[in-house]
């Protein structure tokens, strides 16, 4: 099993963070959380998470990058409001090949995406406290399938949404 957990932009929403966790905990490999929680470092509904501070978050604790191992690939965590996210995927592009990353957790823009620009996945899963371009609130899952990167799309009240799973060549 290698898969990730990927969420961002829950701004406070504890219940529904806690319930994703306990939904998927025992099934990924790593939970990652690309910023604004707007939750203290040590509150144990982030717990466990790979958490990166966003623009929202107040808590001086979170990093604004991390960087993952995942099925022999590295996976860059940042929210992006660093980076220009909301115009540009460039600088996120430029920062990825400086750290040697595959993949590209991010958020802040509230909207769902994952694109890949020549051999580096981006994915932002939206957010499940308040969407924009989409009306679902909404989360991802990666896996590695052989010698590919699945990406599946899960709306927090109705569970995956098939149509929304993509693949991506490594």
Do not use: W
Not at 60 to 75: H, N, S, T
Not at 147 to 166: C, F, T
């Amino acid at each position: 099993m290698t898969k990730a957990l990927i969420v961002s932009d829950s701004h406070r929403f504890v219940e529904e963070l806690d319930h994703i966790k306990k939904k998927h905990q025992h099934e990924v490999d790593v939970m990652i959380h690309c910023g604004d929680s707007e939750l203290f470092f040590d509150q144990p509904e982030i717990e466990g998470f790979v958490t990166v501070r966003g623009n929202c978050d107040y808590e001086m604790k979170y990093p604004d990058e991390q960087v993952v191992e995942f099925a022999g690939l590295k996976i860059f965590v940042t929210h992006g409001h660093l980076f220009s996210v909301k115009s540009t995927l460039m600088n996120l592009y430029y920062r990825a090949q400086e750290l040697g990353a595959n993949i590209v957790c991010f958020g802040h823009s509230h909207m769902l995406g994952m694109e890949q620009i020549d051999d580096i996945l981006f994915i932002n899963p939206g957010s499940i406290r308040l969407p924009r371009g989409r009306k679902e609130r909404t989360y991802c899952i990666l896996e590695q399938v052989e010698n590919q990167l699945e990406v599946s799309v899960y709306d927090l009240d109705k569970g995956e949404i098939a149509a929304l799973k993509q693949r991506f060549l490594l």
